[in-house]
């Protein structure tokens, strides 16, 4: 890894690159694979990767990526890399069922913010699109995006492994809830196998916790430590895991916790920030009684340790910012715990 990213381009580039172990399991895979809801912050860098360990593994594989791309750059760059574009509203069951079918299918559409005021929106993005999904590909093995926000609020001491009873908080997280069901309804009805693939805090340099932290520093800004701590994990970890869990689908549904192994204290990781920046650091209040943490060692047992160590990711991060890199503008609110976004 190198010491620093100075680029988009490296950036993005990093992203991309696949381990021996992903581009041998791309080897092994059977059938093609398909991307829904790809045009997310994430889902670009997801598609990059699989066409770059299908490429590597020297074998035949179609990767298709669905969203209704009104970010029309977003379709450029997936064209560009090689994943087949398809532009459906996956709200529209009928759209949904002239999708091609894959064997292979990674579920990524979901809607967070905006939800205050617009809650039938979020219901029936993060339920009605899950049940159109997991209709249309009960033949296919199914890795569907969740998030940590459906376990309960935790404690440093007491994080919330695959065991932890759901207990979401505010609309946003039931709904999560909701979307959970409606596939673990779909492997448990047609046998579909099923991985859901809850994630705490993807780090891509241009949005994240670390970057929230490290942005409110540089400009001279108090930090919300209201949340205690948290966790993170490289994006490019997090998608190389993602894909991976292709091979731990089962019915009725697995569940995989996917986040790095440490557990982060806000203000530490703010103090460490100033120190790097060369900034005072302030505080806005003092940390609440919980916080959205996850066990992931049941991941780290499968796939092994991150490539990429939270330190690392702050050092990498720190000098983003000083060096004026791009963000995308959209704050993780990592702080809110009552639900509302």
């Known amino acids: 890894m190198p010491d620093l990213i100075e680029s988009e ?15 041998d399991f791309m080897r092994q895979l059977e059938g093609d694979l398909i991307i829904l809801g790809i045009a997310g912050k994430m889902g670009v860098s997801l598609g990059q990767l699989a066409v770059a360990a299908i490429e590597k593994a020297g074998v035949e594989k179609n990767v298709y990526g669905v969203a209704r791309f009104s970010d029309a750059d977003a379709r450029a760059r997936l064209e560009a890399a090689g994943v087949r574009t398809i532009q459906c509203d996956l709200l529209d069951r009928t759209a949904v069922a002239k999708l091609p079918q894959s064997p292979n299918v990674l579920f990524m559409a979901g809607r967070k913010f905006g939800t205050g005021g617009e809650e039938p929106l979020t219901w029936a993005m993060n339920t009605l699109v899950p049940a159109n999904v997991a209709d249309h590909f009960r033949e296919s093995r199914i890795v569907a995006f969740s998030t940590g926000c459906v376990y309960p609020l935790a404690r440093v001491d007491s994080q919330p492994d695959e065991t932890m009873p759901p207990d979401p908080i505010g609309e946003y997280a039931q709904s999560c809830l909701g979307r959970e069901r409606m596939f673990e309804y779909g492997s448990n009805r047609w046998g579909t196998p099923v991985c859901l693939y809850r994630l705490n805090y993807s780090i891509d340099l241009r949005y ?29 970890d ?78 990498w991060q720190a000098h983003w910012i000083k060096a004026g890199g791009r963000s995308l503008g959209k704050p993780t609110h990592f702080e809110i715990s009552d639900g509302a976004y």
């Open 238 to 315: 997090a998608n190389r895991q993602a894909l991976l869990c292709l091979g731990h689908c089962s019915s009725p549904a697995n569940i995989l916790n996917v986040t790095g192994p440490e557990t982060l204290e806000t203000e530490a990781v703010a103090r460490q920030f100033g120190e790097l920046l060369e900034k005072p650091v302030q505080f806005t209040s003092t940390p609440g009684d919980g916080c959205y943490l996850s066990d992931s060692s049941q991941a780290t047992k499968l796939f092994g340790s991150p490539s990429v160590t939270a330190d690392q990711l702050i050092r």
């Open 9 to 23: 381009a490296q950036l993005d580039a990093m992203l991309a690159l696949p381990d021996d172990r992903l581009i």
């Open 208 to 236: 994240g916790v670390l970057h929230d932290i490290a942005t409110k520093i540089w400009h001279g800004q108090p930090v919300d430590n209201s949340a205690e701590a948290f966790n993170v994990i490289w994006q490019g």
